[in-house]
């Protein structure tokens, strides 16, 4: 076997909080693959009947169900936004280090603040209290 | 320097040409599902109730079938396509891989079904 030039180990690079929004963007898309689950099977429990629906709206209203879905929309709010931030690097805008920072900054400050609008309008509206 | 293997060599194993395109199918899925999720999400928030009544009423009426079919079906799609990469690079064991790609790729396909079933079922069911 020729000798390959190999990636170096994660452990090698010097820490950036860039390389930290890259790894959330897979752990938040793999959330999101279980929120998908969730969503799906509510969906379902709509194509059921009003019985069906009102037990998954029971499980639905109990706090650790509550916080999930709390964390659910916060990878939704991530996902979204740095995916948006992908997308403008795969058409060549923003690539230079510096510009890469800044959109770091407004991806987390915007999935933050999208995070608690979403979360307050889930749980805090006329459709969160009943 | 060759990087290829003498294997590789032999065999005339070379690029297929087709890399790139689990790579664009990832982005334009991305670029669809962008609206239909900002549409979705908030269109769900915003519902003045999330009663059995409210919510099939908005799930079957108008458009809402069409789009919310279309945004199941790229959404587990967009899915499929990101935990496979995932797996690639982090499940080494070639039997493990396989199995693990295997298991989630039927498991997107029968999830999706589902939700497009369940749509469909609240959309074109009989009113009472």
């Known amino acids: 076997m020729p000798e390959r030039p190999v990636s170096p180990h994660v452990t090698v690079y010097k820490w950036t909080y860039t390389m930290t929004l890259s790894i959330l963007h897979r752990v938040s898309g793999l959330a999101l693959c279980i929120a998908l689950i969730a969503l799906v099977s509510w969906l379902l429990a709509a194509a059921a009947g009003p019985d069906a629906y009102a037990a998954a709206m029971l499980v639905l209203a109990s706090l650790p169900v509550k916080i999930l879905i709390a964390i659910a929309l916060l990878a939704l709010s991530f996902h979204f936004a740095n995916g948006l931030r992908h997308l403008a690097w795969d058409a060549g805008w923003g690539f230079e280090r510096a510009q890469a920072r800044r959109s770091a900054a407004v991806v987390v400050a915007v999935a933050l603040l999208a995070t608690v609008a979403a979360v307050l309008l889930m749980f805090w509206t006329g459709a969160g209290r009943q | ?128």
Request: glycine share 8%; hydrophobic share 60%.
């Open chain 2, 1 to 128: 320097m060759n990087l290829r293997t003498p294997l590789s060599r032999v065999l005339n194993h070379g690029a297929a040409g087709e890399g790139v395109g689990h790579w664009w199918q990832q982005r334009v899925s991305a670029l669809a599902l962008a609206p239909l999720c900002l549409w979705l999400a908030l269109s769900l928030l915003c519902l003045p109730t999330r009663d059995y009544a409210a919510v099939t009423a908005w799930i079957g009426i108008g458009v809402h079938p069409v789009l919310l079919s279309l945004t199941l079906l790229l959404a587990f799609w967009h899915a499929w396509l990101g935990i496979q990469v995932v797996v690639e690079d982090y499940v080494p064991q070639a039997g493990v891989k396989t199995a693990l790609l295997l298991l989630c790729g039927f498991a997107a396909g029968l999830l999706a079904a589902c939700g497009v079933y369940a749509v469909l079922r609240i959309a074109l069911r009989p009113l009472a």
